[in-house]
């Protein structure tokens, strides 16, 4: 899996994704590394990101959108403002994953998330001023 991943392989991620009969979250995880570091809980999308691979990007995001929480877009959302990328951040807020993910949420919990993502944002901001 971490083979074809860091080789944009795509065709032979979606063979094993869609065959395997392991937990998927599991196995686009950091190999031997089980704690739940940022970088482990998006480790596809960094990947992707550095390899500018955006057809992989879109897959894991939305095709693979099942297996994605709200903590997952948190660390993705902070990564993609972190290396200033706008089209992606578009792509993502325009996403159904996203939809889903917001919809799946009761009113209070919107209001956190949205000041969570502002807060974000913010302090990313002034991280780089």
């Known amino acids: 899996m971490t083979f074809a991943l860091y080789n944009g392989n795509l065709d032979l991620l979606k063979y094993l994704l869609h065959t395997s009969i392991c937990n998927t979250k599991k196995l686009l995880k950091i190999p031997g590394l089980f704690n739940t570091q940022m970088v482990n809980r998006v480790f596809p999308f960094v990947v992707s990101l550095q390899k500018g691979n955006h057809e992989m990007f879109l897959y894991f995001w939305e095709e693979m959108g099942y297996i994605w ?23 993502v807020f325009q996403s159904r994953t996203l939809h889903t993910i917001f919809e799946a949420m009761s009113y209070q919990y919107k209001f956190s998330f949205v000041e969570n993502i502002i807060k974000n944002w913010k302090d990313s901001i002034e991280e780089i001023n």
């Open 69 to 91: 929480k709200e903590d997952t877009f948190d660390n993705l959302f902070k990564l993609m403002v972190k290396k200033d990328l706008p089209d992606y951040l578009s792509l």
